[in-house]
């Protein structure tokens, strides 16, 4: 599996009779911004938890980094990052508290550690705010410091669930800015989202829609292939289409 | 080893900033000894009695006098009515009804056994036991000083003579049988279980609460560091806190320490890793701080009332002395007792021990096997 950040072949998870990733199949190239949508519910989640190694598949094949998620999955955690939707960072500890923690679990070096939390309360705009408790930062940086966390230990690839979400307008175009810099800088950049616009950030999209993968290609040749203005027009059709499907074909 | 050097850092930074927690781990075992020591008595004290004398004889005035002497027994009333006296044992007035029958002095003093009655309330059973044992030894110590002598009529044991053999007993080891010196070690035990069960796994159980677990479970971090992590914060507030208990026991409660100081904090170290893996096997069953306090709880109440602290193990019914075996609470509260008030060393305490250490291997190898990064 050379080449290949990461590689899924139908990959299947269920939870009793529900199947929430349905035989899902795609491949992430190296240093892309790979972009995963879907409306609530439809599965974006139980994939990157999958692919994580949070969530065991029920079927298929997924290789992250070049290792298989059954039998490898410690190894490939030394090489991802994560960022979950649920804000995971301890709000009890400071800002500089947090990043020494998350360091010293990746066995980062004292020196490393330092420049790289000067990096992040750089990046971040943090400034004083280093030595408070991160129970009392604004959504914005907090989304921006768990970012920085995910990506404290140079992985390969870092997953990103919905971490945008609740964010306003200018908080986001920084975070984009910081998904841009890490992916200049190597890094294969996995994100979900409900944010269509952002879709157009990505060098590759899929559409998930009720557990399946029914669209993959840049924006410009799914707007092509749709023939739409915008992502979120062929958003609405593969919805709509969804709709069509289950009133008529069944 | 790095890792887990900075999972402690976290840890003991959580504990420290912990303004609602930290006051109540270091206070409790100073409470729990206080209150506990004190409330949790067997000892009886002034239980008021209706004297129902129907002699009016110097012999019989004299046995109450005894009673009252004693310093356990209050006498509330003297009458000749049998059925005042009841009125006023149904009204939970009184606890006890001693009767002496008419010529009683008459036999007596002519060396014929004569009878008296005891009526006792025995809804609490545990003191009825005690009143009627207390009873015996003031009339034993009646019949001493005379020729006749008394047998003392109860429902369950009729007829009990007093005269022919005289019992002196001498009670060993705790020879004022001290009910602070038999409580005091035990409840040093509940305080190093509660802090084992509870504070380890509910520590966890909050982690996935918040879902910062599954920030540490995509980290490669290893399950063992992890539950060594968890494990040896609270095994370190665990053992000063026995510290402080029995600092507290000695200088305190003047408990004599016959055993080894060092003994008892080996095995209690055993112990603490014995209990917190059992709260760290109830963290990788539930998924939040109510499913696991509740089942923490179950488990305590059940331990605790059977392990030997409120009640004696000896006077359990033989199914339940066979369950105790597995409570692993019942040997350490044992264990206290005898390294404490009986100055036992390791030879006498070797098997159990061997045993908690077993039990402590099992649990932690099942929390470990248990705690899984990836659900399935």
Same mark, same amino acid.
């Given at each position: 599996?050379?080449?290949?950040?990461?590689?899924?072949?139908?990959? $299947?998870r269920k939870f009793g009779?529900?199947?929430?990733?349905?035989?899902?199949?795609?491949?992430? %190239?190296?240093?892309?911004?790979? /972009?995963?949508?879907?409306?609530?519910?439809?599965?974006?989640?139980t994939?990157?938890r999958i692919l994580t190694g949070l969530l065991a598949p029920t079927?298929?094949?997924?290789?992250?980094?070049?290792?298989?998620v059954y039998t490898e999955m410690e190894k490939i955690k030394k090489?991802?990052?994560y !960022?979950s939707?649920k804000?995971s960072?301890y709000?009890?500890?400071?800002?500089?508290?947090?990043?020494?923690?998350?360091? &010293?679990i990746?066995?980062?070096?004292?020196?490393?550690?330092?420049?790289?939390?000067?990096?992040?309360?750089?990046? @971040?705009?943090? &400034?004083?705010?280093?030595?408070?408790?991160?129970?009392?930062?604004?959504?914005?940086?907090?989304?921006?410091?768990?970012?920085?966390?995910?990506?404290?230990?140079?992985?390969?690839?870092?997953?990103?669930?919905?971490?945008?979400?609740? @964010?306003?307008?200018? $908080?986001?175009?920084?975070?984009?800015?910081?998904?841009?810099?890490? +992916?200049?800088? /190597?890094? $294969?950049?996995?994100?979900?989202?409900?944010?269509?616009?952002?879709?157009?950030?990505?060098?590759?999209?899929?559409?998930?829609?009720?557990?399946?993968?029914?669209?993959?290609?840049?924006?410009?040749?799914?707007?092509? $292939?749709?023939?739409?203005? +915008?992502?979120?027009?062929?958003?609405?059709?593969?919805?709509?289409?969804?709709?069509?499907?289950?009133?008529?074909? +069944? | 080893m790095?890792t887990i050097?900075f999972l402690l850092?976290k840890e003991?930074?959580q504990i420290?900033?912990?303004?609602?927690?930290?006051?109540?781990?270091?206070?409790?075992?100073?409470?729990?000894?206080?209150?506990?020591?004190?409330?949790?008595?067997?000892?009886?004290?002034?239980?008021?009695?209706?004297?129902?004398?129907?002699?009016?004889?110097?012999? +019989?005035?004299?046995?109450?006098?005894?009673?009252?002497?004693?310093?356990?027994?209050?006498?509330?009333?003297?009458?000749?009515?049998?059925? %005042?006296?009841?009125?006023?044992?149904?009204?939970?007035?009184?606890?006890?009804?001693?009767?002496?029958?008419?010529?009683?002095?008459?036999?007596?003093?002519?060396?014929?056994?004569?009878?008296?009655?005891?009526?006792?309330?025995?809804?609490? &059973?545990?003191?009825?036991?005690?009143?009627?044992?207390?009873?015996?030894?003031?009339?034993?110590?009646?019949?001493?000083?005379?020729?006749?002598?008394?047998?003392?009529?109860?429902?369950?044991?009729?007829?009990?003579?007093?005269?022919?053999?005289?019992?002196?007993?001498?009670?060993?080891?705790?020879?004022?049988?001290?009910?602070?010196?038999?409580?005091?070690?035990?409840?040093?035990?509940?305080?190093v279980t509660m802090i084992g069960v509870f504070l380890s796994g509910m520590n966890i159980v909050r982690e996935k609460e918040i879902g910062t677990i599954e920030q540490l479970n995509v980290t490669p971090i290893r399950k063992y560091q992890f539950i060594t992590g968890k494990l040896i914060p609270f095994w370190i507030i665990g !053992?000063?806190?026995?510290?402080?208990?029995?600092?507290?026991?000695?200088?305190?409660?003047?408990?004599?320490?016959?055993?080894?100081?060092?003994?008892?904090?080996?095995?209690?170290g055993i112990y603490l890793v014995l209990v917190q893996s059992v709260g760290l096997l109830i963290s990788t069953i539930t998924s939040t701080q109510q499913q696991a306090m509740f089942i923490a709880w179950f488990m305590m109440v059940i331990f605790?009332? !059977?392990?030997?602290?409120?009640?004696?193990?000896?006077?359990?019914?033989?199914?339940?002395?066979?369950l105790?075996l597995a409570n692993p609470v019942?040997w350490f509260?044992?264990?206290?007792?005898?390294?404490?008030?009986?100055?036992? &060393?390791?030879?006498?305490?070797?098997? !159990?021990?061997?045993l908690l250490t077993g039990m402590a291997a099992f649990f932690i190898a099942a929390s470990i096997n248990r705690y899984n990064k990836t659900s399935s």
């Open positions: 599996m050379p080449d290949k950040a990461i590689i899924a072949e139908n990959l $299947t009779d529900f199947t929430a990733v349905d035989q899902v199949s795609f491949d992430v %190239e190296k240093g892309e911004i790979f /972009g995963f949508l879907g409306a609530n519910g439809a599965g974006k989640t994939a990157i079927s298929g094949k997924a290789f992250v980094a070049g290792l298989n090489s991802i990052g !960022m939707q804000f960072l709000d009890d500890l400071t800002v500089r508290e947090n990043i020494r923690f998350y360091g &010293g990746y066995g980062l070096p004292r020196s490393i550690l330092k420049q790289k939390t000067d990096e992040i309360i750089e990046i @971040v705009g943090l &400034g004083d705010a280093v030595n408070k408790r991160v129970a009392s930062l604004p959504l914005g940086w907090k989304q921006k410091l768990a970012f920085s966390v995910s990506i404290l230990h140079n992985p390969d690839i870092v997953f990103l669930d919905e971490p945008t979400s609740g @964010v306003d307008p200018i $908080t986001r175009r920084q975070f984009w800015e910081m998904i841009y810099e890490a +992916s200049e800088n /190597g890094i $294969t950049i996995f994100v979900t989202t409900h944010y269509l616009d952002e879709a157009e950030y990505c060098d590759r999209v899929s559409i998930m829609v009720d557990g399946r993968i029914d669209a993959l290609d840049t924006p410009a040749g799914l707007k092509k $292939t749709f023939n739409a203005d +915008s992502i979120e027009e062929v958003f609405i059709r593969l919805a709509r289409k969804e709709v069509w499907d289950e009133r008529y074909q +069944s | 790095q050097r850092y003991f930074l420290f900033r912990n303004r609602v927690m930290l006051p109540i781990l270091f206070i409790m075992p100073v409470v729990q000894l206080l209150v506990l020591s004190f409330a949790a008595t067997y000892e009886l004290k002034e239980v008021h009695f209706v004297l129902v004398d129907l002699d009016h004889s110097p012999s +019989s005035r004299d046995l109450s006098a005894k009673f009252q002497a004693s310093g356990y027994f209050a006498l509330a009333d003297a009458t000749s009515n049998i059925e %005042e006296a009841i009125t006023m044992m149904d009204r939970g007035e009184i606890r006890m009804i001693l009767t002496i029958p008419q010529n009683f002095h008459r036999d007596i003093t002519i060396g014929r056994p004569a009878p008296v009655q005891l009526m006792i309330d025995a809804v609490d &059973g545990v003191s009825a036991g005690l009143i009627q044992s207390y009873s015996g030894a003031i009339i034993r110590d009646f019949n001493s000083d005379r020729k006749g002598g008394i047998f003392l009529q109860t429902i369950s044991q009729p007829n009990q003579q007093y005269q022919s053999i005289n019992v002196i007993p001498v009670y060993w080891y705790n020879p004022d049988l001290n009910y602070i010196n038999f409580m005091v070690p035990g409840i040093l035990v509940v305080l !053992m000063v806190d026995l510290l402080i208990g029995l600092a507290l026991a000695r200088y305190g409660f003047n408990i004599p320490f016959l055993g080894s100081l060092w003994l008892i904090l080996a095995v209690a605790i009332l !059977m392990g030997g602290l409120f009640t004696p193990i000896e006077s359990m019914p033989v199914w339940a002395q066979n105790t019942a509260i044992k264990i206290m007792r005898m390294v404490l008030l009986k100055g036992a &060393g390791w030879y006498e305490i070797k098997w !159990m021990v061997l």
